[in-house]
């Protein structure tokens, strides 16, 4: 049995304080939640969340995270930093970071290293552009970046990698996935894992979809039998929604 896990993506939004108020907000609504339940949340906010969530049952989880240990790399931040700072999950490979800041399948196999080697699990998001999505390239480009994420990482290890499949279309656009769509991209998904490690960590490891999941869609998407759970950007900005999510 996969235990469901619902992560939010705050992206770049609310200050350290904002951020207190919508923890705090959102622990009583959660408290029963029967899936994980994780907030990701900018780096300016994760030593007071992390306060705020204290004696709560959410986890803290970053957007990003840098692949070497230290250096020259100004504006980055390590994996042992946010270890430092108690973050228990990191998304690696947003489709955000993949079109704006340069990410590659390289990038975030190495960023997939770095987090695992300082004890933090890993959501790591692959998922197709609009126009690859038309041109019937979804099973190819989800598989390449699978396989490019998953690169010399050894079994043991994954069971602390979540996948998140995000159709970039469906991100902040209103438009979602429709289940069965969604639940066969998944399902290819988890073979590729099937093809790399063999039949039982292919089962064991749980597949998130994102992009565009709401409370009003939430029960559905997570009524199919391979989707394990949401990424969450737009609707977890707002306690009431992210809690009906979690509580789909
Ligand atoms: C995301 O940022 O990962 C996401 C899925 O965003 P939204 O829910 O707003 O589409």
């Not at 079109?99 to 987090?115: L, R, S």
Request: net charge neutral.
């Amino acid at each position: 049995m996969r235990k469901p896990i619902i992560a939010g993506n705050w992206k770049m939004n609310k200050t350290p304080e904002e951020a207190k108020t919508l923890v705090t907000e959102l622990a009583p609504l959660v408290k029963d939640a029967t899936c994980e339940v994780v907030v990701c949340v900018p780096f300016v906010d994760l030593a007071l969340v992390k306060k705020a969530l204290k004696g709560t049952k959410i986890k803290l989880g970053a957007q990003n995270v840098h692949w070497a240990e230290s250096g020259a790399f100004t504006g980055e931040i390590s994996a042992s930093m946010l270890k430092e700072l108690k973050v228990e999950y990191v998304i690696i490979g947003h489709s955000e970071r993949r079109q704006y800041f340069g990410e590659t399948d390289q990038t975030v196999n190495a960023k997939i290293k770095a987090a695992i080697a300082n004890g933090i699990k890993v959501i790591v998001c692959v998922g197709e552009t609009l126009e690859q999505h038309e041109q019937d390239e979804t099973i190819t480009v989800v598989s390449r970046q699978t396989i490019e994420a998953f690169k010399d990482i050894p079994k043991e290890d994954l069971k602390k990698i979540v996948i998140a499949y995000e159709p970039i279309w469906a991100i902040g656009t209103g438009k979602t996935s429709s289940p069965e769509d969604a639940e066969e991209t998944i399902s290819v998904i988890r073979k590729t894992i099937k093809k790399l490690y063999g039949s039982a960590p292919s089962e064991a490891i749980r597949i998130q979809y994102g992009g565009s999941m709401n409370p009003k869609n939430a029960k559905e998407l997570m009524a199919m039998p391979s989707i394990d759970g949401g990424l969450i950007g737009g609707a977890s900005l707002k306690a009431e929604d992210f809690a009906k999510v979690v509580n789909y």
